[in-house]
T-cell receptor, first 116, second 115 residues
Framework: AQKITQTQPGMFVQEKEAVTLDCTYDTSDPSYGLFWYKQPSSGEMIFLIYQGSYDQQNATEGRYSLNFQKARKSANLVISASQLGDSAMYFC?????????????FGQGTRLTINP | DVKVTQSSRYLVKRTGEKVFLECVQDMDHENMFWYRQDPGLGLRLIYF???????EKGDIPEGYSVSREKKERFSLILESASTNQTSMYLCASSLFRRYSNQPQHFGDGTRLSIL
């Protein structure tokens, strides 16, 4: 069963608009963490933001914020005031449990294109 | 800054060859990982290691093996390369911490083609 689901294979957004990238997850473990990564066309994976299952507040990092709805098991990434440089693949990933090895399960990714 | 270095950006090999992909990290991380990335499938974990000489199978270990003789180096081995192993391979490392917000840090990837 898919543990991380990103339902939007591709999204097209006008520059300066806000964009929401969807991510739903499935786990029965009360302790987990959710990560978002950006992968530009050059290929490197860039860590953007983290949300822990026990965190009381939604995570924010500059223009990135995470809309964490625990009961719905969703962790959507919100990018405010999009820029041309935001065009990339975006991956949602989940760490389950207390393990120190920090295994991640990734979603299929969403390709975001910002139009000028 | 954490630096994860993969030995090749592009590699072309023939079916049946033994292929070595090398990964080195410079931040004394305990955990190291090998993923393959295919369109529409995201990243899938092949193997990981949380200590020298320790290795654990990921979700798709068939056809692969790994070696971790030193803490900073994690090698992925394709024992007998096949065309269905043509893919992008990504190496990552992270600290060994429980309940951690520590992200995995990735190399630039190796695009491997098996002809």
């Amino acid at each position: 069963a898919q543990k991380i689901t990103q339902t939007q294979p591709g999204m097209f957004v006008q520059e300066k608009e806000a964009v929401t990238l969807d991510c739903t997850y499935d786990t029965s473990d009360p302790s987990y963490g959710l990560f978002w990564y950006k992968q530009p066309s050059s290929g490197e994976m860039i860590f953007l933001i983290y949300q822990g299952s026990y965190d009381q507040q939604n995570a924010t990092e500059g223009r990135y914020s995470l809309n964490f709805q625990k009961a719905r098991k969703s962790a959507n990434l919100v990018i405010s005031a999009s820029q041309l440089g935001d065009s990339a693949m975006y991956f949602c990933a989940m760490r389950e449990g207390r393990q120190g090895a920090q295994k991640l399960v990734f979603g299929q990714g969403t390709r975001l294109t910002i139009n000028p | 800054d954490v630096k994860v270095t993969q030995s090749s950006r592009y590699l072309v090999k023939r079916t049946g060859e033994k292929v070595f992909l090398e990964c080195v990290q410079d931040m004394d991380h305990e955990n190291m990982f090998w993923y393959r990335q295919d369109p529409g499938l995201g990243l899938r974990l092949i193997y990981f290691s949380y200590d020298v000489k320790m290795k654990e199978k990921g979700d798709i270990p068939e056809g692969y093996s790994v070696s971790r003789e030193k803490k900073e180096r994690f090698s992925l081995i394709l024992e007998s390369a096949s065309t269905n192993q043509t893919s992008m391979y990504l190496c990552a490392s992270s600290l060994f911490r429980r309940y951690s917000n520590q992200p995995q840090h990735f190399g630039d990837g190796t695009r491997l083609s098996i002809l």
